[in-house]
């Protein structure tokens, strides 16, 4: 492979990235907060219908982005009410949002289906695309690929290195102590769901607007949000590594195309379903990495331990329990 | 999960005032769907119900779709109850499928259907245990939650299924969504001609919910099941190992849904499919969350879940709707329950 494809392969892995970029971002500062917003992949769906239909009919894309990202907070808002209020399992009410939006999605969304409606113009960013190479495969894309390039920075600033940030991972963790320290944790995993759903919504959106344009059933997007559910423990509720699981399957979706130019035999159905083997192999990997035996075995082999350190992350300790206020 | 608030005479009005409310939410939400994609809502629900109970026939689809959901529902009482979020049920009733698909196309030149019959129903059982236990061993070996072993392996079913109907299993010609070939008519799960209800499947049905309420209440197994749901750290104490039970558990599950699948391959459809699932094993959570994991009210519940999915099939062809709704009812039904569910509780800890 010459240099201009290496380039426009990672050009590509870049661009497509920017859904579940979005996505698994979002679900870490939601998970960080100590709540899990299952509906992850019902959600993308829903918002990204609300995009397609709202940018076609008002020709406005903006708004169309706009519209999505309400509509993924109000969904992980509806989850957020439901653990921090009604004491439900956020797991349960989660998974019924999961298969309740993508059905509305398909219900509202099925007039409009195989339509040709607008799309995200692309925009080189000046003077940057001017750089040899990295301007090639960084800056000619369009607003919302820059936008989640950001994102990664400034979640994992805002995270570690705010106060703000330092508040909402003490909830995440001991949702009781921060109390008794004057924090609200109730306001606070309310508020961090409800930013989590926005960015999974503008996920959605760039599904319908950008990567895959236009609404149909399916759509394409099934099983991203599950996807990106996976990369949040395989980042160890990390933004910077979760962004780069999110590059990463990226990449193998890109060179999946490759691959099925080798085997034409195989129907594509099958490639479709290949992330998910994989998803659980690494699952896996990062739970037997994060084992006491393999850390002993691994003491006095300098580079193993630095990579076994990469791969390994805790979950805040509240995460997935409702808490109680006395 | 399972927090069942005692009833006595004189608190049974606020739970009539509770249901009243939800059954007012569920009917509002929906109406609002139906008018924001600017359909008359209530011809909706009168085809709905026209579609469903509006004749034998009708009646007749509504149990076959019944039988399939009854037995997942079933299965998923034996994981609830330890507290796993089986989620691969899905994935479960295709293996089945594909096992019992397997074994058929072996007897279509047999003398003997009958034997070949039993014998797939055995392979479809297998079948879906098998993939249950992986989620369950990639749960308590592999630490993988199983939530993501059983959706990995949804999909991954999925895929086997394509695979087979476009590569090795195809139909001689073309391979195409519809299928592999129809098996021959000895080979279909014996049927009442003018319902086309097989009593096979409905015993089935029936002896699955008769087998886990009994084995759930009476039995060493259901009681552990139950102690290491409520406390699993006191089980351990106690002696009983949870990951040992948590398999048994996935493998009642996965048999239970391999079942299904094995009647949906030679009681409804006589071949395979690519969606041979029908979605009930994610319908099935619905059906057992919403009869809050109760034996007796979850064959109630999927038989009107399955009015609901059999009745919508109507919409597309006479108000031009999508199907979709059947699943938005559902959903939104299931979330109202939870709701009152939490209202009841913060009413209880009130003074």
Same mark, same amino acid.
């Given at each position: ?13 870049? =661009? ?50 706009? *519209?999505?990202?309400?509509?993924? $907070? ?75 390039? *950001? ?176 | ?155 991954? =079913? ?44 409905? *015993? ?48 009642? =599950? ?47 519940? $999927?038989?009107?879940?399955? *009015? ?44």
């Amino acid at each position: 492979m010459n240099e201009s494809g290496v380039i426009i392969l990672l050009a590509s892995v870049i =661009a497509g990235a920017t859904p579940i970029l979005l996505a698994t971002l979002g679900e870490t500062i939601t998970e960080k907060a100590g709540l899990i917003n299952l509906s992850l992949d019902g959600s993308i769906l829903l918002s990204a219908m609300t995009a397609f239909v709202i940018a076609y009919s008002t020709d406005n894309i903006l708004l169309g982005f706009v *519209c999505a990202s309400m509509v993924g $907070a109000l969904i992980a808002g509806i989850i957020a009410f439901f653990s921090v209020y009604l004491h439900q399992s956020q797991v349960a009410v989660g998974f019924v949002l999961t298969l309740m939006t993508r059905d509305l999605a398909y219900f509202i969304g099925s007039a409009y289906s195989r339509l040709q409606g607008p799309q995200v113009p692309p925009l080189a960013l000046p003077f940057l695309q001017d750089i040899p190479f990295f301007g090639m495969i960084f800056f000619h894309h369009n607003l919302p690929v820059y936008f989640s390039l *950001c994102m990664i920075f400034g979640i994992w600033w805002f995270i570690y290195r705010t106060p703000q940030g330092l508040r909402l991972r003490s909830v995440g963790e001991n949702p009781r102590a921060s109390f008794a320290r004057g924090i609200n944790p109730r306001k606070i995993q309310m508020f961090y769901a409800i930013c989590g759903g926005l960015l999974v919504g503008l996920a959605g959106a760039s599904f319908s607007l950008c990567i895959k344009p236009g609404w149909g059933q399916p759509q394409g997007a099934e099983g991203t949000g599950w996807i990106a559910l996976a990369l949040v423990i395989f980042g160890g509720w990390h933004p910077v590594k979760a962004a780069v699981g999110a590059y990463l399957f990226s990449f193998l979706q890109v060179m999946s195309i490759y691959f099925q130019g080798w085997i034409p035999s195989m129907p594509a159905q099958v490639f479709q379903v290949a992330p998910f083997p994989l998803m659980i192999f690494t699952l896996v990997l990062i739970y037997l990495v994060q084992k006491e035996s393999v850390m002993k075995w691994a003491q006095d082999k300098p580079f193993v331990r630095s990579v076994l350190r990469a791969l390994s992350g805790a979950a805040p300790s509240a995460l997935g329990k409702s808490y109680r206020q006395d | 999960m399972m927090r069942n608030s005692k009833t006595s005479s004189g608190t049974v009005f606020p739970y009539v005032i509770d249901i009243l409310v939800m059954l007012l939410v569920v009917f509002a939400f929906t109406t609002l769907v139906l008018f924001l994609v600017g359909a008359p809502p209530f011809a909706a629900y009168y085809h709905i119900f026209k579609g469903s109970l509006g004749s034998w026939v009708k009646f007749s689809h509504v149990i076959k779709a019944w039988i399939p959901l009854t037995l997942c529902s079933c299965g998923l009482l034996y994981t609830f109850r330890i507290g796993l979020w089986n989620i691969g049920v899905e994935g479960q009733v295709m293996m089945g499928a594909v096992l019992t698909t397997y074994v058929l196309r072996l007897g279509t030149q047999s003398s003997l259907p009958t034997g070949f019959l039993v014998m797939a129903f055995c392979a479809g059982i297998i079948g879906g245990g098998i993939w249950a236990l992986m989620a369950g061993y990639l749960k308590t070996r592999g630490g993988v939650h199983e939530i993501f072993a059983g959706l990995g392996l949804n999909f991954v =079913a999925q895929g086997i299924i394509l695979w087979l109907i476009f590569g090795p299993w195809k139909r001689a010609g073309i391979a195409s969504m519809s299928g592999t070939e129809v098996f021959p008519t000895q080979l279909w799960l014996p049927h009442i001609q003018t319902l086309r209800i097989s009593p096979a499947g409905l *015993c089935l049905a029936l002896a699955a919910i008769v087998i886990t309420a009994l084995m759930l209440k009476y039995t060493r197994i259901g009681l552990f099941l139950k102690a290491i749901g409520n406390n699993q750290n006191a089980a351990y104490l106690f002696g009983v190992k949870p990951g040992r039970y948590m398999l048994l558990a996935m493998i009642f =599950a996965g048999g239970f849904a391999g079942l299904a699948g094995s009647i949906q391959v030679s009681g409804v459809y006589h071949r395979l499919l690519p969606s041979i699932s029908s979605n009930y094993g994610y319908l099935a959570l619905l059906v057992v969350m919403l009869s809050n994991y109760n034996v007796w009210i979850a064959p109630a519940v $999927a038989f009107f879940f399955a *009015c609901l999915n059999v009745g919508s099939i109507q919409l597309p062809m006479v108000l031009q709707l999508d199907s979709a709704l059947s699943g938005v009812i559902q959903g939104i039904l299931v979330l109202a329950t939870l709701a009152v569910q939490g209202l009841r509780m913060i009413r209880k800890d009130a003074p």
